[in-house]
């Protein structure tokens, strides 16, 4: 262990510097993995019904008071249509095409219906706008921000 040591701090200067670098979140700044509004979205509870080829959420009673509530939330873009410039696309907790990053929950995506084309964007973006609760999906969608904008 006393062999490792000294190497442990400039790996760590080192791992630290690059992630500021690449634009991640500052030492001591939380970014949007740590909003706890996508942690509350994993109180619901789901289940697949193969025969019917659905799946089928229970919301918590927390959950379920935040229907057609105005909520505002950052993740990353997941364009659903095969174009750069939609209305509609999915909001991801995490950045899906991440090697490294673990897979989103299915309760960590929200379909977007947003007012008015938006271009897609990789980094992180903040979307407003009606929340709604879905109880049955097919595609396995829970939620949905209806009247939505990129802020």
Same mark, same amino acid.
């Given at each position: 262990?006393?062999?490792?040591?000294?190497?442990?701090?400039?790996?760590?200067?080192?791992?630290?510097?690059?992630?500021?670098?690449?634009?991640?979140?500052?030492?001591?700044?939380?970014?949007?993995?740590?909003?706890?509004?996508?942690?509350?979205?994993?109180? #619901?509870?789901?289940? #697949?019904?193969?025969?019917?080829?659905?799946?089928?959420?229970?919301?918590?009673?927390?959950?379920?008071?935040?229907?057609?509530?105005?909520?505002?939330?950052?993740?990353?873009?997941?364009?659903?249509? #095969?174009?750069?410039?939609?209305?509609?696309?999915?909001?991801?907790?995490?950045?899906?095409?991440?090697?490294?990053?673990?897979?989103?929950?299915?309760?960590? #995506?929200?379909?977007?219906?947003?007012?008015?084309?938006?271009?897609?964007?990789?980094?992180?973006?903040?979307?407003?706008?009606?929340?709604?609760?879905?109880?049955?999906?097919?595609?396995?969608?829970?939620?949905?921000?209806?009247?939505?904008?990129?802020?």
């Amino acid at each position: 262990m006393r062999i490792l040591t000294p190497l442990i701090l400039p790996v760590l200067f080192v791992a630290l510097t690059a992630m500021t670098w690449a634009g991640a979140a500052p030492i001591g700044q939380l970014d949007h993995e740590d909003d706890l509004q996508w942690v509350g979205f994993n109180d #619901a509870k789901v289940v #697949a019904d193969a025969q019917r080829g659905v799946y089928t959420a229970t919301f918590s009673t927390t959950l379920a008071k935040m229907n057609n509530v105005a909520l505002s939330i950052s993740g990353y873009m997941l364009p659903i249509e #095969a174009t750069t410039h939609s209305a509609h696309f999915i909001i991801t907790r995490r950045l899906t095409g991440c090697q490294f990053c673990p897979p989103n929950e299915p309760t960590e #995506a929200i379909e977007v219906f947003a007012n008015s084309p938006v271009d897609y964007r990789q980094t992180i973006v903040t979307v407003a706008g009606r929340l709604k609760l879905v109880r049955e999906s097919s595609q396995g969608l829970f939620y949905r921000l209806e009247g939505a904008k990129v802020e």
